[in-house]
């Protein structure tokens, strides 16, 4: 758990460009924007991937969704639109093995995704 970079950026032993945070949800800016918004929403429990939630945990998907809500109409994208994604598994293509949504908003988007 010590490894875990977004642990690192919770704790602020990694730098990050925090935009919203709350008893248990942080969202900071990607370092690789695919977007002209792309914000991660993190719960600040470490939870490796969505098949690790646990029936405690439900609580804390709705504080990420309203944290979502919230960061869309302060960040200008809830009019035109955004896109909520979390990738699980390698399949899917996740890098980083604590639990993120990713927020993008700023362009339009293709469906179904690549
Ligand atoms: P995943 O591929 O796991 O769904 O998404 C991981 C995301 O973390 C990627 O979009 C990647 O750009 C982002 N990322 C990787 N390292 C860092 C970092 O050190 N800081 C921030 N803010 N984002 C990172
Ligand atoms: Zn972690």
Request: aromatic share 8%; charged share 20%; proline share 5%.
């Amino acid at each position: 758990m010590n490894s875990c970079l977004f642990c690192s950026i919770i704790k602020g032993d990694v730098k990050g460009d925090i935009v919203y945070q709350d008893e248990s949800v942080v969202a900071f800016r990607d370092i690789h924007p695919k977007a002209p918004v792309h914000i991660l929403i993190v719960p600040r429990k470490h939870i490796a991937t969505l098949l690790d939630l646990e029936q405690g945990d439900k609580g804390l998907m709705g504080d990420i969704f309203y944290a979502a809500t919230r960061l869309a109409k302060d960040k200008g994208i809830s009019e035109d639109g955004f896109r909520v994604v979390l990738n699980c598994g390698p399949g899917a293509g996740q890098s980083v093995y604590h639990i993120h949504f990713h927020m993008l908003g700023g362009r339009s988007f293709s469906w179904p995704p690549g």
